[in-house]
Nanobody, 123 residues
């Protein structure tokens, strides 16, 4: 059983900053990519940023230059530093992890999601 626990959401004024954290716990052989997705009310979930275990990052166009993703592999934790926030960044932000786990007989890939953390940006 793998759990992802997020923290750091909240209410901030436009132009402000927030830092999200997500820690993965459970029986995993390794964590490959970790990332952040977001879902605004009435919209589909979309990718914001991802980071591989060796530090390669990928950002959605709408966050480039404003958000920075990083991770602490030793603590199985991923961060999302969000600067210059806009009202349109308001959404529930979900942590995602792609990992490998052992079934007892062989290893298999798995995907986990956090419960989501609300980010609200006021104008």
């Amino acid at each position: 059983q793998v759990q992802l626990v997020e923290s750091g959401g909240g209410l901030v004024q436009a132009g402000g900053s927030l830092r999200l954290s997500c820690t993965a716990t459970g029986s995993m052989l390794s964590i490959n990519a970790m990332g952040w997705y977001r879902q605004a009310r009435g919209k589909q979930r979309e990718l914001a940023a991802t980071i591989t275990s060796d530090g390669r990052t990928n950002y959605a166009e709408f966050v480039k230059g404003r958000f920075t993703i990083s991770r602490d592999n030793a603590k199985n934790t991923v961060f999302l530093q969000m600067n210059s926030l806009k009202p349109e960044d308001t959404a529930v932000y979900y942590c995602n992890a792609q990992f490998t786990y052992y079934t007892g007989s062989y290893s298999r890939p798995g995907v986990g999601w956090g419960q989501g953390t609300q980010v609200t940006v006021s104008s």
